[in-house]
């Protein structure tokens, strides 16, 4: 695996574009689903420094608090709630500009104002785990995120099956 991470100056699809290949490198080889998503989350926070960058597993009916980076969060999402339980019953990433204005939006923090949501699925198309990126800046997320984070997202699902 690569232990650098190079950060570039640029735009956001510049940093995204930099970004990937970099996050392609951090797990080529490593087969530890916790290791991977640790550094997948670190990488997209100290590239864009985003409030909170992270992860929550599905599993025992509920969506799991996994690795992430940013301040201390809620453990457990029931699928019915918030913006993450709503990627999952979806399966479709979700950008919520304000977060205030999302009927049932968990606020793990005050500070957050907007986010962002992806799921992961795995072969057989079921949501494994869900990507939640929130910002303290309202409307932070375009379609430039949800397509960097997608392509994060498909190296996830690509080597999802052999990490344990
Ligand atoms: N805001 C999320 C909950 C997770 S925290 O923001 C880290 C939601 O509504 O699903």
Known sequence: ????????????ADKYQALIPQVEALIQGETDLYAN????????HAYFGFFWVGFYLN???????????????CTRIPYHKGVC?????????IIVPNVDEFPGHIACASASKSEIVLP?????????????????????????????????????????????
């Open 59 to 73: 599993k025992q009916d509920q969506l799991v608090l996994g690795p992430f980076q940013g301040p201390v969060a």
């Open 120 to 164: 992961v699925m795995d072969s057989a198309g079921e949501v494994v785990m869900v990507l939640d990126v929130d910002s303290d800046q309202l409307d932070d997320f375009s379609e430039t995120d949800r397509e960097g984070l997608q392509a994060i997202i498909d190296l996830i699902e690509k080597n999802y099956s052999s990490w344990y």
């Open 1 to 12: 695996m690569a232990e650098d991470l190079q950060i570039i100056e640029g735009n956001r």
């Open 37 to 44: 998503l640790a550094n997948i989350a670190a990488a997209i």
């Open 85 to 93: 339980g709503h990627a999952y019953r979806t399966q479709e990433s």
